[in-house]
């Protein structure tokens, strides 16, 4: 008799591997064709398409018009529809945050196939979909915004009712009134609040490189009812992804006490300058700094 083991583990890495990508997936595109009489357009081809990851999903309209693409990952995506008799509809640059439920409706005219209707996509003003209270802090705030030792979690008090009780990491960060131990961590759909015990210890609990940081949503009230574990705030940190084209990052820090301001307790005569060896020395580690930094990217 042949043991089951074997397949038992197999199938059981199958799914370790699988569940971070499906978890991470929680954003969607929907929306509603119709005609210039505002009836309902069926059985329309809507294609969807990332030019960064290759991704491409096709599905037909229903019979009252509707379509949806659900679980797509963070990105921007073009979403083209075409139907016989009408001018194809193309909305371009449309971009997906993690959790976010973006509704793109469309308004066929009557036409030629090769004539097509192009839209640029521009930011949803209001989330009709659900009353969550949240904030996504994007990949631009990140590599921007000056933090004080590069931890990603001084961010979260961008979000509203976030209150800042110390030195602005994981555990010195409440919000709404809600203790420390109740926000809820996440990282690619992974729940991270138990890495360290919360009660004992003080350090960052999601200890993650902001390079590797594609965005997070900090969630502080009334989320939906796929998030939960903690009564608190729901923080979803997203990885950055693989694309079609070569892309990294780097970055050259220097904490040197020839950079440092004077202090509010310095005399009111300015220290002189640092002598030429000094100098010549600071000029050598900054020049070593940066050929390593080349050499490793």
Same mark, same amino acid.
């Given at each position: &008799?042949?043991?089951?083991?074997?397949?038992?583990?197999?199938?059981?890495?199958?799914?370790?591997?699988?569940?971070?990508?499906?978890?991470?997936?929680?954003?969607?595109? *929907?929306?509603?064709?119709?005609?210039?009489?505002?009836?309902?357009?069926? *059985? @329309?081809?809507?294609?969807?398409?990332?030019?960064?990851?290759?991704?491409?999903?096709?599905?037909?309209?229903?019979?009252?018009?509707?379509?949806?693409?659900?679980?797509?990952?963070?990105?921007?995506?073009?979403?083209?529809?075409?139907?016989?008799?009408?001018?194809?509809?193309?909305?371009?640059?449309?971009?997906?945050?993690?959790?976010?439920?973006?509704?793109?409706?469309?308004?066929?005219?009557?036409?030629?196939?090769?004539?097509?209707?192009?839209?640029?996509?521009?930011?949803?003003?209001?989330?009709?979909?659900?009353?969550?209270?949240?904030?996504?802090?994007?990949?631009?705030?990140?590599?921007?915004?000056?933090?004080?030792?590069?931890?990603?979690?001084?961010? &979260?008090?961008?979000?509203? !009712?976030?209150? *800042?009780?110390?030195?602005?990491?994981?555990?010195?960060?409440?919000?709404?009134?809600?203790?420390?131990?109740?926000? *809820?961590?996440?990282?690619?759909?992974?729940?991270?609040? !138990?890495?360290?015990?919360?009660?004992?210890?003080?350090?960052?609990?999601?200890?993650?490189? &902001?390079?590797?940081?594609?965005?997070?949503?900090?969630?502080?009230?009334?989320?939906? @009812?796929?998030? !939960?574990?903690?009564?608190? @705030?729901?923080?979803?940190?997203?990885?950055?992804?693989?694309?079609?084209?070569?892309?990294?990052?780097?970055?050259?820090?220097?904490?040197?006490?020839?950079?440092?301001?004077?202090?509010?307790?310095?005399?009111?005569?300015?220290?002189?300058?640092?002598?030429?060896?000094?100098?010549?020395?600071?000029?050598?580690?900054?020049?070593?700094?940066?050929?390593?930094?080349?050499?490793?990217?």
């Amino acid at each position: &008799m042949r043991s089951a083991a074997p397949c038992f583990c197999v199938l059981f890495l199958f799914l370790i591997s699988s569940c971070p990508a499906v978890a991470q997936d929680r954003a969607s595109i *929907n929306g509603t064709v119709i005609d210039s009489s505002g009836g309902a357009v069926v *059985n @329309a081809d809507v294609d969807l398409r990332s030019e960064a990851t290759g991704l491409h999903r096709t599905t037909r309209t229903s019979s009252s018009g509707y379509y949806e693409f659900p679980a797509l990952a963070v990105g921007r995506y073009t979403v083209t529809i075409n139907k016989d008799a009408f001018r194809p509809f193309q909305v371009r640059e449309i971009d997906l945050q993690f959790a976010q439920t973006r509704t793109v409706d469309a308004t066929l005219q009557v036409g030629s196939t090769s004539d097509t209707v192009d839209v640029i996509a521009s930011v949803e003003a209001l989330n009709t979909t659900n009353a969550e209270v949240g904030t996504v802090v994007d990949t631009t705030q990140i590599e921007e915004l000056p933090i004080s030792g590069r931890n990603w979690a001084s961010l &979260m008090l961008l979000a509203q !009712g976030a209150i *800042n009780y110390g030195d602005g990491a994981q555990r010195s960060i409440r919000f709404s009134g809600h203790s420390l131990d109740d926000s *809820n961590f996440t990282f690619d759909g992974i729940d991270t609040s !138990g890495v360290q015990e919360q009660t004992q210890k003080a350090d960052t609990r999601l200890n993650i490189a &902001m390079d590797s940081i594609a965005e997070f949503r900090v969630s502080t009230s009334v989320y939906t @009812a796929e998030t !939960g574990a903690a009564g608190g @705030a729901q923080i979803n940190v997203v990885s950055k992804s693989g694309t079609n084209a070569y892309h990294g990052s780097g970055f050259y820090a220097i904490r040197d006490d020839a950079l440092d301001s004077r202090s509010p307790f310095d005399g009111s005569e300015i220290p002189p300058l640092p002598s030429e060896p000094v100098r010549r020395e600071f000029r050598r580690a900054r020049d070593q700094g940066q050929g390593l930094l080349l050499r490793q990217l």
